[in-house]
């Protein structure tokens, strides 16, 4: 490594250090804001904020690499430019390419560095910050309830509080806990209580609420439709009562099962099995459904009464009574509901079970995309910023802010395209690299030419001969 080469590299490593570190702090302050409720003043340790903030920074990495190589880039080449050291570069018969190698050497080191972190660092983070959570959870109980909002975090129960009071909001008023846990059918159970406690309990196994000033109503359901119309429900008052909610679904050894975002803990190994395992159960229950719906619609021969069968006329109704026609009419209609509905929920489960094949697999190609971004930011700040000449931080952040933002644009809506399967997962995890790729060959390519494009003589051109069109006309 010749001076030139220490110079250059120096000169680029200065800016990207500390523009690194801020876009992971302003990445993270958005994380931070969507839990500043639930984290402000309840009681967590300061240690443990910031061992959270530490693994959610883990993940904001792959948003704040790019834009800080880009900027860097800009800032940079813009120096050398306004300071009139390219021209001096390139007057004792240095190249542009020839004089940022080593660079380029550093960038490629830097993306298969980010793809490592990406693929080992990460997973292991996001892990450790939904765990973290969940304990934080455990030991707050009141940190996900909040006051007049329904909350349905534990199955068969909905419950809804008026205020929450105390040094760790333990203390509730005005609650309403909806119980369908037995019917599961409506609101036919409900409990309501004037102040309760809230607290964990048997080891962090349950969460407990003692109830004060409360009362219970419940409905009686009838089997009787006469009786059904009455109504009858009933109701009762006490001075203090308990519940308890399980928290098995909280506990570390099963986070891995509750997580809806589990692809974003894994590595490209375990993807890979996990999207091989989705698919055979997709095919399993495809199967499945094909099996189940099979004859529920068609048959060849009713029973009679004696036991025998009778082969089926075209016109099905001749064969039965006028007294059975209307009973087989009104049976088939609720068939047919059923069935209808059967195939809604199969839709459904089917649907989310291929956006998890498709996560699954977007996810494994972002690994690699961080990388290849990495470049092809580097490609395109470097020549702009040799081209456009300007030092300083003002042009260079307005650039890179908004080639930020194009960049996240098209993986967001390419990304969503893959998801819900309207483009190939393949080309929507690719296709924003493939559309900023030419472009940074393009200004590459002028760069090391000098031929400036944005230097404004096309716009020029373009503006007298429109004059001239407009004077003739």
Known sequence: MNKLDKYVLKSFIKPLVPTFGIM????????????????????????????????????????????????????????????????????????????IRFLIFFNITLAIGAFFFYNNIIPVANLKGQSLLINITRSKPAFHITPGVFYNGFEGYSIKIGQKEGDEEQLLKDIYIYDHKETKKGNHKMLTAASGNMRTVAGNRFLEIELHNGATFEDIVKKDREERLKMPWARSTFDT????????????????????RDYMMLNTKQLLATTDSIKKQIEKRQAH???????????????????????????????????????????????????????RQQKREMDWRKEQYMRHWIEYYKKYALGVAVLIMFFVGAPLGSIIR?????????????????????????????????MDVVLASWLPSLILAPVALLLTYSASTDKSLLSGEWFNKFSSRLNKSQENA
């Open 390 to 422: 300007k030092g300083g931080i003002g042009l260079p952040l307005v650039i890179s802010t908004v080639a930020f933002l194009i960049f996240h644009i098209l993986n967001t809506t390419f990304e969503k395209m893959g998801r819900e399967m309207l």
């Open 241 to 260: 009562a308990f519940i308890r909610f399980p928290l098995d679904g909280f506990s570390n050894e099963d986070l891995y099962k509750t997580r809806r």
């Open 289 to 343: 459904f094909e099996n189940s719906l099979q004859g529920k619609y068609k048959f060849n021969y009713v029973e009679t009464e004696s036991g025998n069968t009778t082969i089926l006329h075209e016109n099905i109704m001749k064969n039965l009574h006028n007294g059975m026609r209307a009973r087989a009419s009104q049976g088939a209609i609720r068939k047919a509901r059923s069935n209808l509905e059967y195939i």
């Open 24 to 99: 992971v702090f302003f990445f993270l302050m958005q994380m931070v804001w969507k839990y500043i409720d639930d984290l402000a003043g309840k009681g967590i340790e300061w240690f443990t904020i910031l061992e959270l903030m530490f693994y959610w920074s883990a993940s904001v990495v792959p948003f704040a690499l790019p834009v800080s190589v880009l900027f860097a880039a800009l800032l940079t080449f813009g120096n050398f430019g306004e300071h009139y050291e390219l021209a001096a570069m390139k007057s004792s018969g240095i190249s542009l390419i020839r004089g």
